[in-house]
């Protein structure tokens, strides 16, 4: 239903008009397992046009996106922690309809274009030949190469294994204790283009920058994808209050972005901007209660009795013992489902205690040239619109006159 909600929204005017000359994707993580079906389902009944998946390797979806375009029953493997066999989740569109009391709308619907977010040509050559949809190409309509300097998630390095017992990686951390990439983990876009087969990429990971959309378009990507700059503009929804410091302070310095290993439950690296009263503080992160009230990233393993248990290395240590987990796993783990929330405004509060969830902002290494941006109004405050970042990338590309002025914002992707 959130899905469907947001969707639609999205697709629709304030007085309840279509708008037609637009796309409305949404960007799903595959760490997230329980809720993917529906979410999808959700999506599709919207209109939905894009689905992107990141944080794992989404090689079921696009078959799974193909029975419910014909409203065909499909099947969703659960990856437990403890057991390579696992359990299934069924989802049956005439099911679903029937119960609702209207089995008159189990009907196919739009399919919408799948784009798997990778980091390396192996991981996109691999989709390419496993995914389980149709079509030469196995159900996958493109890609996003997303670089390790992108915000939020990011793939490890090469051969990179967060050990929280063992301190296997502690090698592989640099001074200030964030993983460390090398060569290993550049993509050779060429080379990349080539594995594509003619489908399109866009590249994400500091490429808000006017010379490199004409170089991935000069390839033959179809452009880039936009995270950071669109994050910080007004019509973002982070909470306004803290974008506007974030600005502020970004206009008289330089702001640190921390590649966290061990900050997200799902184990992969976490970028987080260090800001003051924010979770990224040591104080403020030990004074936070622990609490897993939302349970999105939570882990799924295998109890006992034989069913299926849930668990989450940020929630309260006790509770996280007693279901099997260990004791170092919780070390420097941080709740992302409600510092996410409360990034927006929306933070958790508890009536007990009347303490409100912390933010933890994520963003990509490239913040600081967001300041090329900013623009100062009668307050003495900064800020900028989404429309001054189009402009900005599409600068170059005009100049070139390599695009029609009418169609050129399609090269600018932005799903996050």
């Known amino acids: 239903l959130a899905n469907y909600c947001e969707v639609w929204l999205a697709k629709h005017a304030d007085d309840g008009t279509l708008i037609d000359d637009g796309f409305v994707g949404v960007n799903l993580l595959t760490k997230v397992q329980l809720p993917t079906v529906p979410s999808l389902y959700g999506s599709m009944l919207a209109g939905v046009d894009y689905v992107l998946m990141g944080a794992g390797i989404p090689m079921k979806i696009p078959g799974i996106l193909d029975n419910l375009s014909e409203c065909v029953d499909c099947e969703q493997q659960i990856d437990m922690v403890d057991s390579s066999e696992g359990f299934a989740l069924k989802f049956s569109p005439h099911a679903f309809w029937k119960a609702s009391g209207r089995p008159d709308l189990a009907k196919p619907i739009k399919r919408p274009d799948f784009i798997p977010i990778v980091s390396s040509v192996v991981l996109a050559q691999s989709m390419l030949k496993r995914a389980s949809g149709k079509g030469p190409t196995g159900g996958i309509d493109g890609f996003v190469v997303e670089l390790n300097t992108a915000g939020g998630h990011n793939a490890p390095p090469r051969g990179f294994h967060y050990d929280a ?74 909470e306004r209050k803290t974008r506007q410091k974030i600005l502020n302070d970004l206009a008289e310095e330089d702001l640190d972005v921390f590649t966290d290993p061990a900050a997200s439950p799902t184990g992969f690296p976490f970028k987080v901007l260090e800001l ?56 420097g783990r941080k709740c992302l489902c409600n510092a996410l929330c409360a990034n927006v405004g929306m933070p958790q509060v508890y009536p007990k205690s ?39 990338l599409l600068s170059e590309y005009k100049e070139r006159g390599l695009a029609k002025k009418e169609n050129a914002d399609a090269f600018v992707f932005a799903p996050k």
């Open 165 to 238: 017992k063992k301190k296997t990686h502690s090698n592989d951390l640099n001074e200030r204790g964030e993983p460390i990439y090398g060569e290993k983990d550049d993509v050779d876009l060429e080379k990349f283009a080539k594995v594509a087969k003619g489908l399109p990429f866009w590249l994400a990971g500091s490429y808000a920058d006017p010379s490199l959309l004409c170089d991935v378009v000069g390839i033959g990507g179809a452009g880039v994808q936009v995270g950071t700059a669109f994050a910080l503009a007004r019509e973002s929804g982070m």
């Open 276 to 331: 003051e009263g924010s979770l990224s503080e040591a104080e403020t992160y030990e004074n936070r209660p622990r609490a897993c009230s939302m349970g999105y990233l939570r882990e799924m393993y295998t109890k006992e009795d034989g069913t299926m248990g849930f668990r989450c290395a940020a929630e309260p240590v006790d509770a996280y013992l007693k279901k099997g987990g260990e004791i170092e796993a919780t070390h």
């Open 354 to 392: 009347g303490y409100a969830e912390d933010m933890l902002i994520t963003i990509g290494d490239d913040i600081n040239n967001c300041r090329r941006y900013l623009k100062q109004d009668e307050n003495g405050d900064w800020s900028y619109s989404a429309t001054d970042v189009i402009d900005y």
